[in-house]
């Protein structure tokens, strides 16, 4: 699927997928939010995020599709979306029968206008005895829309990967492991950590070794996108109302214990 941005936008990420805020590409750490204030996702295991250029992480991304593509739309929605980690692995397909944790998405002229994740309540998502994930709330994530055409571009992938592999029925998992069943968040930390890893050295082979250092120093762990996501609609000049939203947080007083 091809994205038709104008020819001086540039490409966050490999497989025809362009964005055209040139702005997303540089550093985090330059963007400060129009009141001058210091307003960053606390916590000390969050804060080397911030010396990780954007273009490392979308290499991530692209590294999944060539290493472990079962996991490239899950990393996907991470980077993109902030979902968590256990509720990621309880969404269903979209046409699932009925409306339990799936989503919903519009497009218009080919292009991806919406895309919603719903998270209402707590459902089986495999015949065995193993919980797929966990959920913190119900809630409905929004993609901010600077990210549809990246989800576009993977999702669209992932479905069509989809067809050819057999799932259990009657659980409409969107995320399987090798056997058709539902991603479990153990399997997919596993899965995770081995990309990383990928990552790390395909850092060191770049010549990257300082962000290579940083990334052997602090583990990059699936929660970590949702920081790194956080961080990026600060950077954006979002004001904490739609952080939160986007983020999927029940109330602002939640995403404000991040911010401050």
């Known amino acids: 699927m091809e994205n038709n941005n104008s020819k001086t936008s540039k490409p966050i990420l490999n497989g025809g997928v362009e964005h055209k805020h040139d702005k997303y590409l540089t550093p985090v750490t330059k963007r400060k939010n129009p009141a ?92 065995d005895v193993f919980n797929a994930g966990h959920m913190k709330t119900n809630s409905s994530t929004v993609v901010f829309p600077m990210f549809l055409p990246v989800i576009q571009h993977y999702h669209d992938w992932h479905m069509e990967r989809l067809k050819s592999k057999t799932t259990e029925d009657g659980y409409y998992p969107l995320f399987i492991d090798q056997h058709g069943k539902a991603l479990t968040v153990k399997e997919y930390c596993r899965r995770f950590d081995k990309l990383v890893a990928y990552l790390i050295q395909n850092l060191k082979d770049s010549n990257q070794v300082d962000i290579a250092q940083i990334l052997l120093e602090h583990k990059l762990t699936p929660n970590s996108l949702r920081y790194w ?9 979002l004001p904490p109302q739609l952080v939160s939203l986007y983020r999927g947080d029940k109330t602002i007083e939640a995403t404000a214990k991040i911010l401050y």
């Open 36 to 127: 001058n204030k210091k307003i960053m996702p606390r916590g000390d295991r969050s804060r080397f995020l911030m010396d990780i250029p954007p273009d490392v992480m979308w290499r991530l991304l692209e590294l999944s599709k060539v290493y472990d593509p079962h996991i490239s739309f899950p990393v996907c929605l991470q980077l993109t979306t902030g979902v968590r980690t256990g509720e990621l692995c309880y969404i269903r397909q979209a046409d699932c029968p009925n409306d339990d944790n799936g989503y919903t998405y519009k497009i218009e002229d080919g292009k991806l206008t919406s895309f919603i994740i719903n998270f209402k309540q707590l459902v089986p998502m495999r015949n």
């Open 229 to 237: 996501f956080t961080y990026q609609l600060v950077r954006y000049g």
